[in-house]
């Protein structure tokens, strides 16, 4: 939530300070770039993608760790450490960094971070899938890490969200990135322009 709001009624959802503004999963048969997610910092400052987090390890004995942010769906992806996206800066997460940067090369901005490739051999859904963006929570003795979303997209290959981003040449595009992501009113389909 974007506000604490005890004993009244929720806020609306916080947004930011990361947030997924494309998403190509299902690129057409002579796009060699391969799929990408592009998140943009919409905050005013830059954001360290890393936390100082508690670990448990023994029962009331902790300790701090520094853990980075990661993919918790859709995708395995762990950011590397001391990955920092400056305000209002563009990444790119890249299924295969080498196709993604033979095929865009020329449009993507100079400088800007591309990442990959996505782990353990996952990919994006062509039929849709939820697609999430966490950052590191404490983790309690024996029990796997708690991960604190930042943001979400539950896209689909079908009506009403847009069909041709399914493998057609376009890629789904967010249309205002300060407003609620999970929400297929704000999106649409575009031609790919990663980074722009």
Avoid: H
């Amino acid at each position: 939530m974007a506000l604490q709001t005890p004993g009244d009624d929720n806020s609306p959802p916080k947004i930011g300070p990361l947030v997924i503004t494309e998403i190509q999963y299902n690129p057409s048969a002579d796009n060699t770039g391969d799929e990408y997610i592009e998140l943009r910092n919409i905050s005013g400052s830059a954001v360290m993608l890393q936390d100082a987090v508690k670990t448990e390890i023994a029962v009331g004995v902790y300790q701090t760790d520094v853990v980075p942010w990661r993919f918790t769906d859709g995708i395995d992806y762990t950011f590397p450490m001391d990955t920092t996206i400056p305000a209002g800066g563009v990444v790119i997460l890249a299924r295969n960094p080498a196709a993604f940067g033979a095929y865009y090369g020329g449009q993507v901005p100079a400088g800007m971070g591309v990442f990959g490739p996505f782990a353990n051999d996952t990919s994006l859904g062509n039929g849709g899938e939820k697609v999430r963006l966490c950052r590191a929570g404490d983790q309690s003795y024996g029990k796997p890490r708690n991960y604190i979303r930042i943001d979400q997209v539950n896209y689909d290959d079908e009506s009403p969200w847009p069909v041709s981003a399914d493998g057609q040449g376009q890629s789904l595009t967010r249309i205002n990135p300060a407003a609620y992501g999970n929400d297929v009113g704000n999106w649409t389909a575009a031609a790919p322009s990663p980074g722009q």
